[in-house]
């Protein structure tokens, strides 16, 4: 089946406990985002891959690093995080530039992370 | 910062009726999406309308698009209990970078 898959899907953490939140897509997608989502706020993009070792910021991505080493996999690091960081957070991927749909983007089904 | 603004903020609904929503943009877009998210799910893509495009359909869907408005709609014919959910509209520009921009979205409850 075509999907994103992140993990974990909920985490507690505590104030500056370095975590990552991985992704990997398994569509042979060339563009692959992270968003956060906060209530009144939308979906706010954070870091974004037009293709492997390409990456490059959003809106939000103070906090935050990312690295696409691999084509399928988009890690979310926070190193240090901070109760601000509490949100819903989504990967998602898409085919890239030139391609049918290019970009239309699929989702993963959400990390939830709390910092306390 | 968000593109789209969605119009209502939330709406509820009887079963069989139809729900229209709106969408509202600030800049030139190459294309404009609707999104549905249900309950704290990851969104799930359903229409794509082009900018040179002025409606679409698929299936109960039925998207009309106005650039010169810069306004989208969004309706569901039919509403179903399912139908329940939040709707994202997104807008795509490339000269603006690679992303979809998402506007704040619509709740809509579908009752039976």
């Given at each position: 089946?075509?999907?994103?898959?992140?993990?974990?899907?909920?985490?507690?953490?505590?104030?500056?406990k370095?975590?990552?939140?991985?992704?990997?897509?398994?569509?042979?997608?060339?563009?692959?985002?992270?968003?956060?989502?906060?209530?009144?706020?939308?979906?706010?993009?954070?870091?974004y891959?037009?293709?492997?070792?390409?990456?490059?910021k959003g809106?939000?991505?103070?906090?935050y690093?990312v690295?696409?080493?691999?084509?399928?996999?988009?890690?979310?690091?926070?190193?240090?995080?901070?109760?601000?960081q509490?949100?819903?957070?989504?990967?998602?991927?898409?085919?890239?530039q030139?391609?049918?749909?290019a970009?239309?983007?699929?989702f993963?089904?959400?990390?939830?992370?709390?910092?306390? | 910062?968000q593109?789209?603004?969605?119009?209502p903020?939330?709406?509820?609904?009887?079963?069989?009726?139809?729900?229209?929503?709106?969408?509202?943009?600030?800049?030139?877009?190459?294309?404009?999406?609707?999104y549905?998210?249900?309950?704290?799910?990851?969104?799930?893509?359903?229409?794509l309308i082009?900018?040179?495009?002025?409606?679409?359909?698929?299936?109960?869907?039925?998207?009309?698009?106005d650039?010169?408005?810069?306004?989208?709609?969004?309706?569901i014919?039919?509403?179903?209990?399912?139908?329940t959910?939040?709707?994202?509209?997104?807008t795509?520009?490339?000269?603006?970078?690679?992303?979809?921009?998402?506007?704040?979205?619509?709740?809509?409850?579908?009752?039976?």
């Amino acid at each position: 089946e075509a999907q994103v898959t992140q993990n974990p899907r909920y985490l507690i953490t505590v104030t500056g406990k370095k975590l990552t939140v991985t992704c990997s897509q398994n569509m042979n997608h060339e563009y692959m985002s992270w968003y956060r989502q906060d209530p009144g706020l939308g979906l706010r993009q954070i870091y974004y891959s037009m293709n492997v070792e390409v990456t490059d910021k959003g809106d939000v991505p103070e906090g935050y690093k990312v690295s696409r080493k691999e084509k399928r996999n988009f890690p979310l690091i926070l190193e240090s995080p901070s109760p601000n960081q509490t949100s819903l957070y989504f990967c998602a991927s898409s085919p890239g530039q030139g391609a049918s749909g290019a970009n239309v983007l699929t989702f993963g089904a959400g990390s939830r992370l709390t910092v306390l | 910062s968000q593109q789209g603004e969605e119009d209502p903020q939330a709406l509820s609904i009887q079963e069989g009726e139809n729900a229209t929503m709106n969408c509202s943009y600030k800049t030139s877009i190459n294309n404009l999406q609707w999104y549905r998210q249900n309950s704290g799910r990851g969104l799930v893509h359903l229409i794509l309308i082009r900018s040179n495009e002025r409606e679409k359909h698929s299936g109960r869907l039925r998207v009309t698009l106005d650039t010169s408005k810069k306004s989208s709609s969004l309706l569901i014919t039919a509403s179903r209990a399912a139908d329940t959910a939040s709707y994202f509209c997104a807008t795509f520009f490339k000269a603006a970078g690679n992303k979809l921009t998402f506007g704040g979205g619509t709740r809509v409850l579908v009752k039976p």
